[in-house]
């Protein structure tokens, strides 16, 4: 029986998506595929609200994120993190010889502008990462804030970890003065994981060229030079099967409207986070609570496992906590092509199976 996914991913694709992946082959140097590249790169610009480049990678998020600091740092980087995936950007700018700090801040809250602030005017930091939305903890951090202290030191690359909000949070990236922002296909756009695509500014290429040691795959300039030169052609091969599905599910969200698809994410945002407090308690501050999946505080030591198990034999899945806040919390993803109706019918469920334990 196929369980109804309410995981930070990967979630619930459709069938009509899923069967786009079916497309027959067709060369991926071919005029064909620029044109399909193309095209995904107007609608994701759209998307991002973005006047910038748009760079396609057949790799998870974690691919992109490793190419923005690897490739955009000369100096050292300040790594900002408010749960296990800003510490893992961490992990990847040390294993990649990248000179950098990790900022760190209580789980459940968010990186203050102030904290970015102080660390930019030491001078010592050429690149900021932040992520937008932590599933650990399910936190968003305040990109707007941020924005406004980045603004102060316009020779700073600022990089964003947007993999599980673009997609379902409204994001101005040129607005705001992102010089890379990131995300992945497997999160609130609603397709299976394999690709990851990102923003890019000029000041980041430029940047980068200055770079030495960027490797070769995940080589920014190289991927940006590529698709100028060669009419949005890349270097390696993509994924075009994941291709299609984009290009089509892009369409679907278009059409539903960028705001419409905002605005039902934040409905099922709150209608979670609703039932969160009157049964247990949010884990983050609920002004800074992410929309697009709830981390519940379990301060009724329930068994998350046993509740997941018993969620499994009715055709729905949520997730544990993660690391550390595994069963101290639970997270219930509400991302994608997901409804209200979906997240009511999940949530009756989890209060029908309580009220019989």
Known sequence: ????????????????VLSKMATPMIGHRSKDASNLQKSITNKLKKLFYTENEILLSTSSGTGLMEAAVRCCT?????????????????????????????????????????????????????????????TSTGVMNPLDEISR??????????CVDAVSS???????????????????????????????????SEKAVEKARHVENRGYYLDLVLLYDTIKKKDYQYPSTPNLSLMFALDYQLDRIMEEGLENRFDRHLAMAEYTRNWAKKNF????????????????????KISVR??????????????????????????????????????KELLFNIDDILSLA
């Open 166 to 200: 673009a997609g379902g949070v409204k994001i101005e990236t040129d607005k705001l003065g992102i010089d890379i922002c990131i995300t992945s296909s497997q999160k609130a756009l609603g397709l299976p994981p394999g690709l990851s695509m990102c923003t890019i």
């Open 74 to 134: 000369k100096e050292r980087a300040a790594i900002f993190s408010i749960g296990s995936f800003g510490d893992r950007w961490h992990e990847i700018a040390l294993s990649n010889g990248i000179q950098a700090d990790l900022f760190k801040s209580k789980p459940g809250t968010v990186t203050k502008p102030e904290m970015v602030d102080a660390a930019l005017k030491t001078g010592k930091y050429d690149l900021v990462t932040i992520t937008h939305n932590e």
């Open 281 to 300: 308690n949010l884990f983050a501050d609920e002004k800074h609570a992410s929309v697009t999946m709830t981390t519940v505080d379990n301060n009724r």
């Open 1 to 16: 029986m196929h369980k109804k996914l309410f995981v930070p991913g990967p979630v619930e694709v459709g069938e009509d």
């Open 306 to 343: 046993d509740l997941n198990l018993e969620l499994g034999k009715r055709g729905f899945a949520i997730s544990n906590g993660y690391g550390e806040l595994k069963e101290r919390t639970f997270r219930i993803a509400h991302m994608g092509d997901l409804t209200l109706e979906d997240i």
């Open 149 to 158: 202290v980045m603004n102060k030191y316009p020779d700073v690359i600022f």
